[in-house]
T-cell receptor
């Protein structure tokens, strides 16, 4: 069965304290892995797409990486405005549907 | 450029009532979809459409109906509301398929009493 698991469920960081969020997946025939950011009361906002193992994408303080079993979202020197829920989704598998993880709630304290 | 617009933002219904959640996009996207988001669960696909006149079921379609008469609009109908349908509903669109970055609306928060 195609599955996506995100960890940790919640993460509290001090401003400037770098860390990583994990997204592990079991999907046969991965065709894309997506990262989204979701602010309270808003819809998810697209951040990155990764297609193959070894690929990396960067945007400001965020860097996403991909292996054959998992993806990491690295946050370097976070700021309070980086506080949000970060969602991972995979596309592919038997049904070619987009499958979302449950997200990591990130809180960055000043 | 409004992107994906959902209305209403909030709604309270009684069990058994019906209603339509509206979704409109102005990006000329062919692919549109509806998700529900519940605490502790990932976004789950309800119905999707790959173009005007074409719809299909997702993971949790029971109790919901959709139609796609135009490229821009993709309404979701609750036929007879049940408390289990209390959720936050998101509409999303992309250029042509699910495997592209999705543009989401800001959701409709629905409570069924």
């Amino acid at each position: 069965e195609d599955q996506v698991t995100q960890s940790p469920e919640a993460l509290r960081l001090q401003e400037g304290e770098s860390s990583s969020l994990n997204c592990s997946y079991t999907v046969s025939g991965l065709r894309g892995l997506f990262w989204y950011r979701q602010d309270p009361g808003k819809g998810p906002e697209f951040l990155f797409t990764l297609y193959s193992a070894g690929e990396e994408k960067e945007k400001e303080r965020l860097k996403a990486t991909l292996t054959k079993k998992e993806s990491f979202l690295h946050i370097t020197a976070p700021k309070p405005e980086d506080s949000a829920t970060y969602l991972c989704a995979v596309y592919g598998g038997a049904t070619n549907k987009l499958i979302f993880g449950t997200g990591t709630l990130l809180a960055v304290q000043p | 450029n409004a992107g994906v617009t959902q209305t209403p933002k909030f709604q309270v219904l009684k069990t058994g009532q019906s209603m339509t959640l509206q979704c409109a996009q102005d990006m000329n996207h062919e692919y549109m979809s509806w998700y529900r988001q519940d605490p502790g669960m990932g976004l789950r696909l309800i119905h999707y459409s790959v173009g005007a006149g074409i719809t299909d079921q997702g993971e949790v379609p029971n109790g919901y109906n959709v139609s796609r008469s135009t490229t821009e609009d993709f309404p979701l109908r609750l036929l007879s509301a049940a408390p289990s349908q209390t959720s936050v509903y998101f509409c999303a669109s992309s250029y042509s398929e699910a495997g592209q970055p999705q543009h989401f609306g800001d959701g409709t928060r629905l409570s069924i009493l």
